[in-house]
């Protein structure tokens, strides 16, 4: 009986504390009420003769890629990353200059601006990051 009388009162003072906002104050923890982690921007890459190009559309080519950059300085080599499957655009590509005062040029020159419709975007290009190393051996002990 006392179990009741207290599910009562509870359900009472819920009712008085307008509704809904009783309701949602029970759900305090709930994620959706959580505060976003700020996500920390990488810092800028390292001066260097090759450059990484976001943006592109699936249209752009290889070629239509270096003589965009071609305007700016000698480009050593452009390529568009596609995909393997459609051989469409993945949206991306790099430009390799041959000094840092070109690739410096092609950056200031292109960045922000339209190609094949879509605004482009370059920077420096960053390393690639180790691939962690394959473990295709059978487990020691096992056999």
Do not use: C, H
């Not at 592109?56 to 290889?62: E, I, M, V």
Request: hydrophobic letters at 40%; zero cysteines; glycine letters at 10%.
């Amino acid at each position: 009986m006392a179990m009741r009388t207290a599910a009562t009162r509870a359900a009472a003072t819920a009712t008085s504390q307008s509704g809904l906002r009783a309701l949602y104050s029970s759900f305090s923890n709930f994620p959706f009420n959580q505060p976003q982690a700020k996500v920390e921007k990488p810092p800028p890459a390292e001066p260097s003769t090759n450059l990484f190009v976001s943006g592109l559309s699936k249209r752009t080519t290889t070629e239509g890629l270096r003589d965009a950059f071609a305007k700016f300085g000698a480009v050593v080599d452009a390529r568009v990353v596609t995909d393997r499957a459609s051989g469409y655009s993945k949206g991306f590509g790099f430009v390799r200059y041959p000094t840092i005062d070109e690739a410096a040029e092609g950056i200031k020159g292109m960045d922000g601006q339209f190609l094949d419709g879509w605004v482009i975007f370059a920077e420096y290009a960053r390393p690639r990051a180790p691939l962690p190393p394959i473990n295709n051996g059978s487990p020691q002990g096992q056999w």
